[in-house]
């Protein structure tokens, strides 16, 4: 049974699969889920200290979510991202004090003007999945792994990710990648893949929630890493080939059923993947109002957050 069905997430339909360089993402089409506030109703507010982030719900009804492991870079200040995902209620206030420091060695407090938004990598949103690891309160926690990942991309030793960031190579590629996949009508959620291998799994609760967060997902998660696999030399050129088309097309028809069975073809073989993504344990990490929030493991060594709204399930970010 696929992770999908296991979680209970129903009516999602794939949509027309998607292929840049060495990722292919598989869109995933549905109906909006749940009732949570929009994404502008999240408000990054401050830094109170080094290793929290406080956030602010302007809703007057809805609670909200702030997206798992969500970076905060700033001018000047040391930059942040969340340790996971995060649920704040209607007209409130929250700081979360698991936060990690994304710099070494830079001083400064984040305020609420003039920051760029991403998601952490996947590698070190995996380094943030143990519950211990999660909930420490300790600004420095995730610098060893970061000092790893920047091993050999050629933008120095500390633990520093703006140094990958802002480098002018990969940010222009990271663009690139946020402007190629772009979101289509209906589009809630989707499977990523790096050649033939599933990395992650992304679904938001509404169509609006998806097209404020994607591009963060593609462009500092999904796109991020992979330029770095690519810059180390750990993933091999290729990309998903369309088959030959007819030398004469007489038909538009003729071109479409051509490109329908290449996706049919890819889609069975994502659902055949998806089937060997098992749910191992579900760690239950609080909830506000009627929202519920879960640490969601599996035993291919990845996770996630998982997010239900009376018991049904509305968000789910998996890195595998």
Not at 2 to 20: H, P
Not at 51 to 61: A, V
Not at 139 to 157: A, E, N, R
Request: glycine share 8%; aromatic share 8%.
């Amino acid at each position: 049974m696929s992770i999908l069905n296991t979680l209970n997430f129903t009516k999602l339909d794939a949509g027309t699969v998607q292929v840049v360089d060495e990722m292919t993402v598989v869109p995933l089409i549905g109906e909006d889920r749940g009732r949570v506030a929009e994404p502008l109703s999240l408000k990054f507010e401050r830094t109170t200290s080094y290793g929290s982030m406080e956030y602010k719900n302007t809703d007057e009804e809805r609670v909200i979510i702030v997206p798992s492991n969500m970076m905060v870079r700033g001018s000047g200040a040391q930059d942040h991202a969340m340790a996971g995902s995060g649920i704040i209620a209607a007209k409130k206030t929250v700081t979360f004090n698991n936060a990690c420091c994304i710099e070494s060695s830079q001083g400064g407090y984040l305020h609420n003007e003039n920051n760029e938004y991403d998601i952490l990598p996947i590698e070190l949103r995996k380094k943030l999945l143990p519950i211990s690891m999660r909930n420490r309160k300790s600004y420095d926690k995730l610098w060893p792994s970061i000092t790893s990942w920047l091993q050999g991309v050629g933008v120095g030793s500390s633990a520093h990710l703006r140094y990958f960031y802002d480098n002018p190579e990969f940010k222009e590629s990271l663009e690139v990648f946020s402007a190629e996949f772009e979101p289509v009508s209906g589009q809630i959620g989707a499977i990523i893949l790096f050649q033939e291998r599933i990395v992650g799994i992304e679904i938001m609760p509404t169509m609006l929630h998806w097209d404020a967060y994607w591009k963060l997902l593609i462009r500092g998660c999904y796109g991020a890493e992979l330029i770095r696999l690519q810059k180390l030399k750990k993933i091999a050129p290729a990309q998903l080939q369309f088959p030959d088309l007819p030398d004469v097309i007489t038909n538009p028809r003729q071109l479409t059923s051509v490109v329908e069975k290449f996706t049919d073809g890819i889609r069975q073989d994502i659902v055949k993947k998806l089937d060997l993504i098992h749910l191992d344990k579900v760690h239950q990490l609080g909830s506000v109002d009627d929202l519920e929030t879960n640490l969601l493991l599996t035993t291919s060594g990845g996770g996630g957050d998982f997010i239900t709204q009376n018991n049904e399930p509305i968000y789910l970010s998996l890195v595998v």
